[in-house]
């Protein structure tokens, strides 16, 4: 069997892999060609607020500031989208410790 990789940062954050990059990128292309990314993004943003609500009402707070509605909305894609990516990370990286054991 190979050996699953699970790397942190100094700061023990996840390594994003790249097949994760790559399925989130897949995903997020898929809803745009449906034209259905603010579903996308509303969704991860329920996320957030059910999982985190502190850096949930943070992140309304700080990007309700933005000089324009194109910035804010440029703002919560790039976080949402890293939120998510590490969210994946995190969930792939635990069914690789759970398959360590079978």
Known sequence: MEKQ?????SEKLPVVSEAVIET??????KR???????NF???????????NQGLYHYLEKISNGA???EDERA?????????????RQTESDRLKEQNKFI
């Open 32 to 38: 745009e060609i449906e034209n259905n990314t603010d």
């Open 75 to 87: 703002f919560r894609i790039g976080v949402y989208l890293t939120y998510e990516l590490l969210r």
């Open 67 to 69: 000089p324009k509605p």
């Open 5 to 9: 990789n699970i790397s942190y940062t």
């Open 24 to 29: 989130l990128a897949r995903d997020y292309a």
């Open 41 to 51: 993004m509303d969704e991860i943003k329920k996320r957030i607020n059910s999982e």
